[in-house]
């Protein structure tokens, strides 16, 4: 029973936030049982708290279950086994973010019910199918120490893509902008493999109207943006899901905003 004890209290240590099968996996107990009513005496002492069924935090010495701090980003990161941090919260874990945001993206092979804790909200993406197809699901990932815990995010060059592909979930087209183009380089040949994974001509268009904008903030070469030319689609297609108004930009056979063509928030 002592050992028992000095393992919780050593996985605790390392785990602020943590899942029951977590738990169970590292203090090596035989059933849910066990580790949900291990779990549920903590709780009563003040020492956990629950987040949702099956997701805790730890309540360390002279806080209280409202005043313990729970890193967004280890809770988003706990939202699956499988899960990836993504879109603004790649951006904002890498620096990179320009607005500071409460919304929180993970991606996961099967599709979670969004949740909300505080005063932050959490939405997990399901993975491109083409990813899942290919079992290329950690094309483009890194490992980011949070707080003394390894989170897996997606890298920049997955990330740029990811966030061009759907600016909802980077607060919109100004924000993704103000954002992206903090990120120092681009490596082409990694941009141009993830494309290729993706198999989605429109992605290669909306990069190469990007890249082209901010090709000297990016450092990005003519070489890469023929690369880009190459695969965009025969017909014009349209970037927002209105399909009404907007400039067309030939080399690219993509729709843009005229917002966002002229960038207008670098005039405010």
Not at 3 to 30: A, G, N, Y
Not at 188 to 211: I, T
Request: aromatic share 10%; glycine share 6%.
């Amino acid at each position: 029973m002592t050992s028992t004890k000095i393992d919780i209290r050593e996985f605790m240590e390392t785990h602020p936030v943590f899942t029951l099968e977590e738990f169970r996996q590292e203090l090596s107990l035989q059933s849910g049982r066990a580790g949900s009513d291990i779990i549920q005496h903590n709780k009563s002492m003040g020492r956990v708290g629950m987040i949702k069924e099956g997701l805790y935090y730890v309540i360390r010495p002279g806080q209280s279950a409202q005043t313990a701090p729970v890193d967004p980003f280890l809770l988003a990161s706990n939202l699956a086994p499988d899960a990836i941090l993504a879109y603004h919260t790649a951006l904002d874990l890498f620096g990179f973010g320009h607005s500071a945001f409460n919304i929180y993206y993970c991606f996961s092979n099967r599709f979670r019910p969004a949740i909300r804790f505080r005063q932050d909200h959490f939405r997990v993406v399901v993975t491109p199918q083409k990813l899942q197809m290919k079992a290329e699901e950690l094309f483009g990932t890194e490992k980011v120490e949070r707080i003394g815990v390894k989170v897996l995010v997606t890298g920049k060059e997955r990330t740029l893509v990811d966030c061009l592909e759907k600016p909802q979930n980077c607060g919109g087209f100004e924000e993704m902008h103000r954002s992206l183009e903090k990120i120092p380089f681009i490596n082409p040949d990694l941009l141009m493999q993830y494309l290729a994974l993706r198999e989605q001509k429109n992605l290669y268009s909306r990069v190469g109207f990007f890249l082209e904008q901010y090709r000297e903030d990016l450092h990005v070469e003519e070489t890469l943006l023929r690369n880009l030319e190459q695969n965009v689609p025969v017909q014009p297609l349209y970037w927002t899901q209105e399909r009404k108004g907007g400039v067309l930009m030939k080399r690219w056979n993509l729709i843009v905003p005229e917002s966002v063509r002229d960038r207008i928030w670098e005039d405010r």
